[in-house]
């Protein structure tokens, strides 16, 4: 019905006859001439119509906003003053032959460029319209061609494209799982995968050798943060490989991926082990476009007359650290109080400063609320951390966790404050993760799953398992965990010692993962695997503020798409097949958060 | 871990020493030496471990069917006499210098190469050791292939791959919907989509105008077919078309899949209206590769003094149709007793039929339990179906759907078991469906869904609907559906109209599609698409006889998973936090189908 897109009007074209179909965009009516700004998914083209041809004028009279329109003409260029350099379409305009109205409009919640004066309950209800907005449909182009590009990587390098099921039991991850009542075994219910983690492992037993898949994954969690009930998951298992086969390959995918999609060089990715990470960033993903670093001040501090610093400077779980921040000393009071409330948040029971205003004047040139009770490590202090005028210093002092969430934290918000990034992009692999976490009760639990590999011998994880690091491994980029994964176990004795390890015993074990164990038997071969997050990828690439903003209809914090107004109530009959009932009713709709 | 995949090996490398990693498919012992044919995704290769390499013979001894080895050698040419010209890698094989043994393997349940002792029970339990059949590998390989080729292919003609949820609201397709308990909307529940029909819908009302996806698609039905909870549906949408923009692409896709996947050229793909096929192939989907055809007698039998004819023959709702069979004549009383029971199974009261031995010689020349009746008519009959020496005429005379659905049936098993087949690849388009079907009540319901596009004016519509047509096409190969489609409704008034036809009242309209209906309203443009059958499509490609050997991990046809023990049981607690209770408790496990 077209011959071009909108988008794709430009000088070359002047004086052709063009078929144009879109969405009035903007209609303005100047000197007894109809303007109509034509919109399409390519973009934007001026459409002149003017009164001599009678018909089209009247139909182009008749449009409204986002009314539907096919439009005959002939390019030409716009006239001298009223060319438009800011738009790809602005040296030329249509000049109307033929207006033909497909579809009529009412008038929408809201126009396209003011949908910032709506809230975003308002656009989700119509995302039809906000999709509209030519940034939200790049935003899912860029998602199309990222999706493309890596499946176009993988293909290359041999992965086969598997689909794994949707409808299948509960997957190891631990979080909650959605649950669908089966009908034809009453009483019993399908999980949704959190994660194709079983499958692909079976896939790799069965000998596929390489597998891929973009799949569908879902956790039924409160939302508190940017996630989502169900997002997706670009999923990879390999077999006779090892930790670097993995890594080398997701590296060049993602360098790959940049490149084609975004023209970004990235550099190669350097590895971090989790405990230099920990220590230097307070995270398991520091944000290296961020040159600030967490220095240990555990020895300064623990003879200090000062019990907030002695206290966890001497403690075993304890941490003393310190933070500079260049230019900091112009830090206000009162954004320093905004700071000492930020890191609360992460349970900091308070926030120390010190303001280097004059090193050389010693400690004359500082200023701090703290720095009475430490005279005779000051300098020290300032050394170990390179203080210089104008700087200033925070310090964490207490459990290590929560200095290294609390300072972690606030040294990715200053650098953000202060926009002291020095890079675009700064990727990193992550590795010598912990095999587990202590719980407070004692007992451990996997930091990754309970598939992941140890990197010492059974008989070495047995002695001291809290000491014993992992085969696994976290892609980061930007301080956002784009994809981790591990070599897998593939020895059923090694499998077990970890569920032994993890207090789960045999009959908790088969009854969880019997397949698996069983499958491990039959001649599993040595395998490993990774995952990213599309969501958060294409997130990051497309510069976005939140995963919504990159998936066509997502759902709210309280897991409800204001669209279709789903979940919604189902009929009796519906639920007696399914062999349940209700414990409560549904309440009456009330307005989503 | 490996230079070669097994399979890559050939005359090409002798000399050189490679690394290979598998499993071990066959080992025999001979002469003093160990003879291991490995396996891996990619073939079979044949390694020889001589007592020399002590080390090497030691580990190969151990190694028994399905052990993981890692194995380095020399490729050598094999001995002359030795080499097996059927095995890609028949005329080398790799003197071992070092065996490695990855994993061990217990006895697994059946012999690769004897899958076929064992039920598909067995083998559905231990899918992980089915998929090692080389032929299952191939099959899934072949499927991987196939999406990458029609995505490089939707790609390439800008369709932008789109994302539509699986935690949604009930979808209008009619069929059971899987239903998924909401925990933070207690009583409320999401639908599994059994498409995403109304998604891309909404994308194209939201302006993406070419979108596809390769999506997951549920049906809570009973498994009577070859069918699966979960299917999966190559999706396609465009704006700004006609029925013509979406046949010629879609097809162009299927014909350049055959070419790359197959290396097969199928034929332009000839159109037939669907009263045509169902006239002379008593089917919407005429499998082309046989040629008999279905011949309407019934003006010839409105007359002839036996009421099993002239009964259909003279009501409005009959039929009498005629199945020439060339070389027919030859079925023996036994078969066609056969063929008669056969047509049982859709409700054909019987199975008349003449056979022609020697035309020549008139009635005397014709075998026939009912040729006595219709004497006056049998020779234009003859002359009407062009009845040959050595033909047999099946008839079918009842109503027209059962004479359709029995002699249509009749019509591909005979192809089938008399081997008639002209081509190996019959593809055609079937369009000018009826917008209804009369269900037995008298009331209509939609041939394909409500959202479809009628081929004529709502005005036309509602004083005849009987006998309107749709916009549909639907792409059939070889007697399978492979794919419908349509141009859908995309104006608030005619989607009235269809919903005041259907019976569908504004409260239900709005219930249902109430979201759907808003966006018409808001500037939809002109749209259709398609969707093919992903499984079927592959299923057909591999050769397959059903749909399960092309899926990973396919269910039973209660719709269980024998591998995983999927569905499962779950906790009190976690039903109590569904808002959900059993009616009845879960029998225990009972064996399956």
Request: charged residues 30%; proline residues 6%; glycine residues 8%.
């Amino acid at each position: 019905m077209r011959s071009h897109y909108c988008g794709q009007l430009n000088e070359t074209l002047v004086d052709q006859t063009v078929t144009l179909c879109g969405w009035v965009h903007r209609r303005r009516d100047h000197g007894g001439v109809i303007f109509l700004d034509m919109r399409d998914r390519d973009g934007i083209a001026q459409v002149v119509v003017d009164p001599d041809t009678a018909e089209a004028f009247a139909n182009a009279d008749r449009a409204r906003s986002e009314y539907v329109l096919r439009i005959q003409g002939r390019v030409r260029l716009r006239p001298e003053g009223t060319q438009n350099p800011n738009m790809p379409t602005g040296l030329v305009e249509v000049l109307a032959k033929d207006v033909e109205v497909l579809n009529t409009a009412v008038t929408p919640p809201f126009q396209l460029d003011e949908h910032g004066k709506v809230g975003e309950e308002v656009r989700l209800k119509h995302r039809y319209i906000d999709l509209r907005r030519p940034e939200m449909i790049d935003k899912l182009r860029l998602r199309s061609r990222i999706s493309h590009s890596v499946r176009a990587f993988l293909e290359g390098e041999g992965f086969l494209d598997i689909e794994t099921p949707i409808l299948t039991r509960a997957t190891p991850e631990g979080a909650r799982d959605y649950l669908v009542p089966s009908r034809t075994h009453p009483g019993s219910f399908f999980a949704l995968p959190q994660s194709p983690q079983l499958f692909k492992q079976l896939l790799m037993v069965a000998g596929f050798d390489r597998y891929y898949q973009i799949a569908k994954c879902f956790r039924d969690e409160d939302l508190r943060a940017d996630r989502q009930p169900e997002f997706t998951q670009i999923d990879i298992e390999a077999s006779f490989v090892e930790e670097d086969d993995i890594m080398r390959v997701t590296e060049r995918m993602i360098r790959q991926l940049f490149q084609e999609v975004l023209a970004v060089e990235l550099p190669e990715f350097p590895r971090m082990t989790w405990h230099d990470a920990m220590q230097r960033y307070g995270s398991d993903k520091p944000d290296l476009r961020i040159p600030l670093e967490l220095a240990d001040v555990d020895d300064l501090m623990q003879r200090v007359d000062f019990k907030v610093f002695s206290g966890p400077a001497n403690a075993e779980d304890g941490r003393v650290a310190a933070l500079r921040v260049p230019g900091g000393a112009r830090l206000t009071r009162k954004e320093i109080d905004e700071y000492t409330k930020f890191v609360g948040i992460y349970g900091a029971k308070g926030l120390a400063w010190i303001k280097v205003n004059e090193r050389a004047k010693g400690l004359e040139g500082l200023q701090s609320p703290i720095v009475k009770f430490m005279e005779n490590v000051v300098e020290a202090l300032l050394d170990r951390v390179g203080a210089e005028d104008g700087d200033i210093i925070f310090f964490g002092a207490d459990k290590a966790r929560i200095v290294n969430e609390a300072i972690g934290a606030l040294r990715v918000k200053l650098g953000e404050d202060l926009d002291l990034y020095t890079h675009d992009w700064a990727p990193l692999w992550v590795v010598d993760f912990p095999m587990f976490e202590e719980e407070s009760d004692g007992s451990l639990s996997p930091l990754h799953h309970p598939f992941t590999s140890p990197s010492c011998s059974p008989q070495a994880l047995e002695a001291d398992p809290a000491a014993a690091l992992s085969r696994a491994y976290d892609m980061v980029l930007n301080g956002t965990e784009l994809g981790g994964g591990s070599i897998r176990i593939h020895d059923r004795a090694m499998q077990n010692t970890v569920f032994e390890i993890l207090g789960i015993g045999e009959d908790e074990a088969r009854e969880k993962f019997g397949f698996l164990l069983d499958a491990l038997q039959y001649g599993a071969p040595p395998h490993g695997g990774l995952a990213f997050g599309l969501d958060r990828l294409v997130m990051l690439m497309a510069g976005a503020r939140t995963i919504r903003e990159v998936i066509a209809f997502p759902k709210t914090q309280s897991a409800a798409c204001l669209m279709t107004d789903a979940p919604g109530v189902v009929s009796g009959e519906q639920l007696r097949e399914l062999n349940i009932r209700l414990r409560q009713k549904a309440k009456p709709e009330t307005a989503d958060e």
